[in-house]
């Protein structure tokens, strides 16, 4: 018995993905059941998409598409930790150079109506991003854990023209501006900091997006799942 104990463990330890509940074809009512509120929600028309700190889960009518896994898997470590063999130095420039790449600057505008003659002339998307820079604390913790991050600034520099629509309370910004962000406020039914509305080129709205845990990739791992049910 203990060695048939043993073996079915074994076994487990090799197959995680099937200890994961939902599976694709369950409901969202299955999903909410199984592993409670997400971390994040986006939607748009008929697809959704669910994010929780291990998993990105793809809804469809209502029903599991697609489920992604956010984290690393259990063979990882034991990978990274095999040191490489003697006779190929060729093979270890290559994580040695990893630290040394630096994606550049994130660049800011506060004209949406350029950003979107941009994002048009250059086949980008739109990053409405919504935040009271000098008091919001959600807005800082989605700045510093987000968004200033090398993974999210590689990102952007290839896919996103930034807006920053600010809502301060301890500075004025100019009229003009502080009509711009009402007006845009307004039309994306906006009710908190921060918030995220990611727009076509051609000014379609794919969805909106919000703070998470756990860094920059349960988010754009989200940011890509939205735009790739806006570009169907």
Same mark, same amino acid.
């Given at each position: 018995?203990?060695?048939?104990?043993?073996?079915?463990?074994?076994?487990?330890?090799?197959?995680?993905?099937?200890?994961?509940?939902? +599976?694709?074809?369950?409901?969202?009512?299955?999903?909410?059941?199984?592993?409670?509120?997400? =971390?994040?929600?986006?939607?748009?028309?008929?697809? +959704?998409?669910?994010?929780?700190?291990?998993?990105?889960?793809?809804? =469809?009518?209502?029903?599991?598409?697609?489920?992604?896994?956010?984290?690393?898997?259990?063979?990882?470590?034991?990978?990274?930790?095999?040191?490489?063999?003697?006779?190929?130095?060729?093979?270890?420039?290559?994580?040695? &150079?990893?630290?040394?790449?630096?994606?550049?600057?994130?660049?800011?505008?506060? #004209?949406?109506?350029?950003?979107?003659? +941009? =994002?048009?002339?250059?086949?980008?998307?739109?990053?409405?991003?919504?935040?009271?820079?000098?008091?919001?604390?959600?807005?800082?913790?989605?700045? &510093?854990?987000?968004?200033?991050?090398?993974?999210?600034? &590689?990102?952007?520099?290839? @896919?996103?023209?930034?807006?920053?629509?600010?809502?301060?309370?301890?500075?004025?910004?100019?009229?003009?501006?502080?009509? +711009?962000?009402?007006?845009?406020?307004?039309?994306?039914?906006? #009710?908190?900091?921060?918030?995220?509305?990611?727009?076509?080129?051609?000014?379609?709205?794919?969805?909106?997006?919000?703070?998470?845990?756990?860094?920059?990739?349960?988010?754009?791992?989200?940011?890509?799942?939205?735009?790739?049910?806006? &570009? @169907?």
């Amino acid at each position: 018995m203990r060695r048939l104990t043993l073996l079915l463990s074994g076994i487990a330890a090799l197959l995680p993905c099937q200890l994961f509940a939902v +599976q694709v074809g369950d409901t969202q009512e299955d999903v909410l059941n199984e592993l409670g509120r997400p =971390a994040g929600q986006i939607g748009s028309g008929t697809t +959704q998409v669910l994010t929780y700190p291990t998993h990105v889960i793809r809804l =469809a009518n209502g029903k599991v598409t697609s489920i992604k896994v956010t984290t690393a898997s259990p063979a990882t470590p034991s990978a990274r930790a095999t040191p490489a063999p003697a006779t190929s130095p060729a093979t270890s420039p290559k994580p040695a &150079a990893s630290p040394a790449v630096k994606a550049p600057p994130l660049v800011w505008t506060t #004209d949406a109506n350029a950003a979107q003659q +941009q =994002a048009l002339a250059e086949n980008k998307k739109v990053f409405l991003f919504f935040t009271g820079s000098d008091w919001c604390g959600w807005c800082k913790k989605f700045d &510093a854990e987000i968004l200033e991050t090398t993974a999210f600034r &590689a990102y952007a520099a290839h @896919k996103l023209v930034l807006v920053k629509l600010d809502f301060p309370r301890t500075f004025k910004l100019p009229e003009p501006l502080v009509l +711009q962000n009402r007006i845009l406020s307004k039309k994306y039914r906006i #009710d908190g900091y921060p918030t995220v509305v990611v727009v076509n080129p051609d000014g379609k709205t794919l969805g909106n997006l919000g703070y998470q845990p756990g860094g920059p990739d349960p988010f754009l791992m989200a940011l890509m799942e939205l735009e790739a049910g806006g &570009a @169907k």
